[in-house]
């Protein structure tokens, strides 16, 4: 089997070509998605890395027996089209990552999809709900460990009780409220985004992100970043990958692993329900995703489908 990972980056983490070869012969990979992040004002700056389309391209003509270039211009450039039409000539498959603090529902989105069908490219995106971020106004030990506890630290759960604590006894109220930002979110619109869907049948849509999956379940909870725990009833994106054809997704990031991994027994009925609209993918977080993917014996067919085929079948 060769499998094909549809999420990676070139020049995030130390992930030079090098290394990502060398990951991708330990597991057995063929090929890799080489996928941009570029966004011209983005709201949080000190979480913003950007991925641009250089290195992909150098990375792809180097080896292009293993690496596929994708590239997502910011969709508020001045003229995307003219960019996407540029690089489309210099031989990228797709448009991925678009990972833009913009909403479905923006006329910029509109426009920019219109050209993504028009060249017939797939698209990956990154979907993320609006959130305060808590940016540290100082340095040494204590400010950096707030800054921890009230964002990312323990998948949420600090933040969640800090702030609950705050709002009760106004402990530390005042000095969260004035060092947070408003962090408005990424393409997390699910209601525009199924009409966007339905607009543009030509293009097959990639889904991933935290909003993405936590959505597996129907149930949430504002405590957490990812989901955790078992559920029942599956959620809005079961719904989507089951009505519409031109609709994916991928499994890679913290985000797909974890939507996996809480509830063994769902997800084995979500991987033999959508085994053809799913994409393995790592977003090189060298997570066991093959290892879990594997253990949940979805069988050979539709193991091929979503290490290879499905893949393949989008970039047609
Ligand atoms: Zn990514």
Not at 189 to 203: H, M, S, T
Not at 258 to 272: E, K, Q, T, Y
Request: hydrophobic share 40%.
């Amino acid at each position: 089997m060769k499998i094909i990972d549809s999420h990676m980056h070139v020049g995030l983490a130390g992930f030079d070509p090098q290394v990502i070869l060398r990951q991708m012969d330990r597991e057995g990979v063929e090929m890799s998605w080489l996928l941009t992040w570029e966004e011209i004002d983005p709201p949080l700056k000190e979480l913003y890395t950007g991925l641009p389309p250089g290195p992909v391209l150098e990375a792809c003509s180097q080896y292009p027996d293993r690496f596929i270039p994708f590239y997502a211009p910011d969709p508020s450039n001045r003229d995307p089209g003219k960019i996407i039409q540029k690089y489309s000539e210099m031989g990228i498959r797709g448009c991925g990552e678009l990972k833009v603090s913009l909403r479905w529902e923006d006329p910029l989105i509109e426009k920019y999809l219109e050209v993504v069908q028009a060249h017939n490219f797939p698209l990956v995106f990154h979907m993320e709900q609006p959130r305060f971020q808590y940016i540290r106004p100082g340095e040494g030990f204590f400010q950096w460990l707030l800054e921890r506890l009230l964002n990312d630290k323990f998948n949420g759960v600090s933040r969640y009780y800090l702030n609950r604590l705050a709002e009760t006894t106004g402990i530390l109220r005042k000095k969260i409220e004035k060092n947070r930002i408003c962090f408005p979110g990424i393409l997390f619109d699910f209601a525009f985004l199924e009409k966007r869907v339905v607009q543009f049948p030509g293009i097959r849509f990639i889904a991933h992100g935290p909003d993405f999956w936590n959505q597996i379940s129907i149930s949430l909870h504002p405590r957490y970043i990812h989901q955790k725990g078992t559920y029942d009833t599956f959620g809005i994106i079961d719904r989507l990958l089951e009505s519409y054809p031109n609709f994916y997704c991928d499994i890679s990031g913290v985000s797909g692993f974890n939507a996996l991994h809480r509830d063994r027994r769902m997800a084995r009925i979500f991987l033999g329900k959508h085994a053809e609209k799913i994409l393995f993918g790592t977003d090189n977080t060298g997570l066991p995703l093959l290892e879990l993917l594997r253990s949940m014996k979805p069988g050979k067919e539709k193991m091929d489908l979503i290490l290879r085929e499905n893949a393949l079948r989008v970039l047609e």
